[in-house]
């Protein structure tokens, strides 16, 4: 496998910020239908004559204002008031704006128009801010005005700014009808106490199903699932957004499955869907895994015709990525492809749900190990000046970190500060984390050094960085420091201090912190805990407390834990506790490879073949495939990648050359092979032959062809390297004096003048 990474090139436009990929969750919670405002036309001679012609396109409502002012006409009220309302409509805000300053003697509705029109959009602080303006210059609100200044508060959860405005309301005694009192039902249900709202709703004369699906979505925001099911059943009338609050609420709550009932129900008795019901849907689908039912509502969408609904294309979006139909998701994402080079010349921004869609399908690759997809796609994404998110950067910071390319990861690191992104706690983390697992701790240091105040996400992700690269003592050190400044490790911290322990056997320090994360930070362990505990008296050779925390424990029907053991028995070459182990565990996962191919290993170490062969015998006759052993070395911008015995490489017969030769110095100075890793019965000549060529080796030899002496090279591996290629760098790291590093599915390896960071101990 070859594939190539495209440099990255930018330009120094600057995105506004982007919203959070999760702002789709927000939108269908939304239970309130914003007031919308219909105003009936004024009639002049002029206007009724070309009412049918224009429509609320934007170069039509110019010509209508320059009529009304060359007229005269604009002054009027109504006539003034009418064209403000089509300019809104039309969402140019800023048209709005400078329209209504034009208006010299604005009544309420003028202001009620751009107030409710900012409402529509969210810009609560514009609304409020009006809001201020228009009690100063004397004008005093009607319901509808009050609606929407209430309307925002409750989006941005300012309670007192909501309480201001319903005091105003009772001491001016304004006649509450049924959308004002709503408002603050709804404010009260989303911000205050809620028994405030639940006095409010009880005290309210006249009800109507916004009030009863306000208070549903109340008892859900507060997790009285029972209540909020039980008000839902009494509701006397159920309309759309009944049902959607109830079956939204029920999924964030993690009750999917009474949701799914819901839904179901919905079908048979409930009114038709609306494309927040989808969207909905498609969500809680997500939720439980349920990729062939959601390909059935995809069905629906398609005959409702709601498929080019920004919101429902993003959560068919997402529901097939999280359920890894990445065909689907990409097939689904082309129908609709964003002219990316016409948004650039028209300088359109482009909408909330394309960012999102973009997000989803990042996210989506990288979720299902398709890293090479999700890089050329950002790739893509930054070419053609799309807003990128900082939720998507930090996915494909992950990607660069899972897949050691460390170029890209560092064009990445470059692209946010260019943009002007700004460094939070997750970036911060995920920067750290990419340098670390791209082989580059001091650049990871450098980040950590420089963040202030850094958070436990940020501490834990340089605890981890450390932990991989050996360093146990310094992971320890950050640890204690971490807790002295009075940050509270969460159970992420735990697991990268133990794994830091285990892979420098300091045996008395992780279990002195396994204690303390139950007894003093009443941290329940998770298997990912358990496992390093194992690991680290397994490591350390005493297999037989290994053993004895299992069981004491009750870790026996966890696959981690037995794996770990067995990984240990093969270290410590005990043959016959990991035959049990490895009993255990193929009856726990018995179509998993990792078993059958660990105890084989021991047995062809211990010269058992007959018993390599059954185990062999047993993967054929079950159809278990081994894993293919893989190592990749980037080079520029151009991965390669390599296998045992590879000739597919351009350059193989330079690279076999090359290590041929290299094998013949290696053997002058002490390096010989260990053909009992040899997993075949053969002899001793092709067991070196076989050892010979393993792809770490063909990697490291082709680093070497193509870089100076100068250059570290860094190879990335999908397994654990073998003793013998380990001791087969560590002479060529002393031979060539070069500095390499190698890492395997479990840590870094730093050779240099002849020796390894691990000291041997992995």
């Not at 909020?228 to 999924?251: E, Y």
């Not at 990525?321 to 921004?349: H, N, V, Y």
């Not at 992971?475 to 990268?496: C, Q, R, S, Y």
């Amino acid at each position: 496998m070859k594939w190539t990474c495209l440099r990255m090139r930018f330009s120094s436009t600057r995105f506004p910020k982007p919203p959070h990929f999760f702002s789709l969750a927000f939108f269908t919670a939304n239970t309130i239908n914003t007031t919308k405002f219909e105003f009936r036309p004024f009639e002049s001679s002029w206007y009724h004559s070309t009412s049918l012609a224009y429509s609320t396109n934007e170069t039509a409502v110019g010509v209508l204002h320059a009529k009304a002012v060359t007229s005269g006409t604009f002054q009027n009220l109504k006539e003034s008031n009418y064209i403000l309302n089509l300019v809104v409509k039309s969402q140019d805000l800023a048209y709005a704006q400078k329209l209504f300053d034009e208006i010299s003697d604005r009544d309420v509705r003028a202001w009620t128009i751009l107030i409710s029109g900012y409402a529509r959009l969210g810009a609560s602080t514009m609304v409020l801010d009006l809001f201020r303006e228009m009690r100063i210059e004397g004008v005093p609100p009607n319901q509808f005005t009050l609606s929407s200044v209430l309307n925002s508060s409750s989006s941005t959860s300012d309670l007192q700014t909501g309480k201001i405005i319903h005091g105003w309301i009772l001491r001016n005694g304004i006649n509450l009808d049924i959308v004002l009192e709503n408002s603050i039902l709804d404010i009260y249900a989303k911000c205050g106490p809620f028994y405030y709202a639940k006095n409010l709703f009880e005290l309210m004369v006249e009800r109507d199903t916004v009030s009863w699906n306000i208070m549903v979505g109340a008892y859900l925001h507060v997790g009285d699932m029972e209540n909020s099911l039980s008000m839902f059943r009494s509701l006397p009338h159920k309309d759309v957004a009944s049902w959607n609050t109830i079956m939204d609420g029920l999924t964030r709550n993690g009750r999917g499955r009474a949701a799914l009932e819901l839904l179901y129900e919905m079908v048979r008795n409930g009114p038709a869907f609306n494309k927040v019901t989808f969207s909905i849907a498609l969500i809680l689908i997500s939720s439980l895994s349920l990729t062939e039912l959601g390909r059935q509502i995809h069905g629906r969408v398609l005959r409702f015709g709601f498929e080019k609904d920004g919101f429902v294309r993003t959560s068919l979006l997402d529901m097939y990525c999280k359920g890894g139909k990445m065909e689907k998701a990409s097939l689904l994402f082309r129908k609709r492809p964003m002219d990316w080079s016409r948004m650039q010349k028209s300088k359109i921004t482009e909408s909330t749900t394309e960012i999102i869609s973009c997000s989803s399908i990042v996210a989506g690759y990288i979720r299902n190990g398709e890293y090479e997809d999700a890089l050329k796609f950002f790739i893509s994404m930054v070419c053609g000046q799309v807003k990128v998110d900082r939720f998507t950067i930090t996915s494909v910071l992950s990607a660069c970190a899972n897949t050691g390319i460390l170029e890209l990861g560092r064009q990445i690191h470059a692209y946010v500060q260019k943009v002007g992104h700004t460094m939070d706690f997750h970036l911060i983390s995920s920067s750290i984390d990419m340098y670390a697992k791209c082989g580059i701790l001091d650049d990871a240091w450098t980040i950590f050094k420089q963040t202030g105040n850094p958070n436990v996400v940020v501490w834990t992700s340089m605890i981890n960085g450390c932990a991989s690269h050996g360093q146990g003592r310094k992971a320890m050190w950050l640890f204690e420091k971490m807790m002295h400044e009075g940050i509270k490790p969460n159970d992420v911290t735990f697991v990268g201090v133990l794994t830091a322990c285990s892979h420098s056997g300091l045996l008395e320090e992780g279990y002195k912190y396994f204690r303390l994360m139950k007894e003093v930070y009443g941290i329940k362990p998770k298997v990912e805990h358990f496992t390093c505990m194992v690991d680290l008296y397994g490591r350390a050779g005493h297999l037989d407390k290994a053993e004895e925390f299992i069981q004491e424990n009750s870790l026996s029907h966890l696959t981690g834990v037995w794996r770990s053991f067995l990984s240990s028995c093969r270290l410590h070459k005990n043959i016959g506790l990991g035959k049990w182990v490895s009993e255990t565990l193929l009856r726990l996962e018995p179509l998993d490879a990792g078993p059958y191919i660990l105890f084989s290993n021991m047995c062809t170490a211990n010269d058992e073949w007959e018993e390599a062969a059954n185990v062999r015998g047993l993967m054929q006759q079950r159809r278990i495939n081994k894993v293919c052993g893989q190592s990749w070395i980037q080079l520029k911008n151009e991965v390669h990648t390599f296998v045992m015995g590879d000739r597919s490489h351009p350059q193989d017969t330079e690279i076999y050359s090359y290590l041929d030769e290299l094998n013949g110095r290696l053997k002058e100075i002490g390096y010989s092979s260990d053909g009992k890793l040899v997993m075949q019965d053969v002899e001793e000549e092709q067991r070196e032959m076989l050892l010979g060529y393993h792809s770490e080796r063909l990697a490291m030899v082709f680093g070497i062809i193509r870089t100076t002496s100068e250059m570290p090279i860094r190879i990335m591996k999908n397994l654990r390297i073998c003793t013998d290629c380990h001791n087969f760098i560590k002479y060529t790291s002393q031979i060539l004096l070069r500095e390499i590093i190698v890492r395997d599915i479990h840590r870094f390896h730093h050779f240099k003048h002849g020796l390894c960071s691990c000291g041997d101990y992995w």
